[in-house]
């Protein structure tokens, strides 16, 4: 049962609906996922719980992960990993990182909010780990599309026809994404599989959505996120702060380096 918000599901949308209004140089990719939430947003606040709140990325080791029983993590991109749309994992904890990547103990994933260009660049960046990505066909069936380096599982062919049957990328929040992940990852218990992402209504709850932990991280160089995403982080720390107050994790174990 969810606390009584001041602002109601209606007021948060208005507040959404300003923003998208409001705002010049709107992203096409946040404007998706935003049109997407929206109907559900009261079933997203109330998973937007992470299993830990950590201040980075380079605060997870593989020994970490595998201490709490963690078999495979998924990653958000922007805001986690790096910068907005940036090409590499920043300089600070690229190399812990590179070597979590490749480390046998854990098995990774890239699951983003991306557009279909910038999927492609991050098969480029992240060559020694699985890109994800959903399509929802008309009749609801998911096409789980998966790159590894310059491997597609879709060809271009076959990406066309499916977006020209009217077929739409799906972006998180969704638990149907993360189940995806998790076969493609070889784990069949939710709950040892980790999320870790920067954002409580795409990443955390995904995760939550489909019973798996998840790791909220700070956003890494937040300032360099067009306005409008700064404005919906505000708007979601905010539905956080008040749904679940400010000790809103499920455990406060911090990672041992
Ligand atoms: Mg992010």
Redesign the pocket.
Known sequence: MLPRLAAGPASVSLLFGSIIKGEVALNRDWLTTVRQSLPRLGQIVSHMRPTWHLPDASQVSAKWLVDHGIEAAIW?????LMSYHGDDIDPSFRDRLRALFVDPAVRHAIL??CGEERFLVLGRIFPEIPILRGYRRADGEMVLRIRRGEEDSLGADALAALLGEGARSIRKPDGGLVREAMTVLGVEKPHRVVMI???YM??VASASLAGARSIKVE?WRRDTFPLPVKLSQAVEKLLFLLVHGRSGSVQSNEPKR
């Open positions: 958000d991109v922007d805001g986690t983003s909010n992402g920067d954002q795409t990443d956003t």
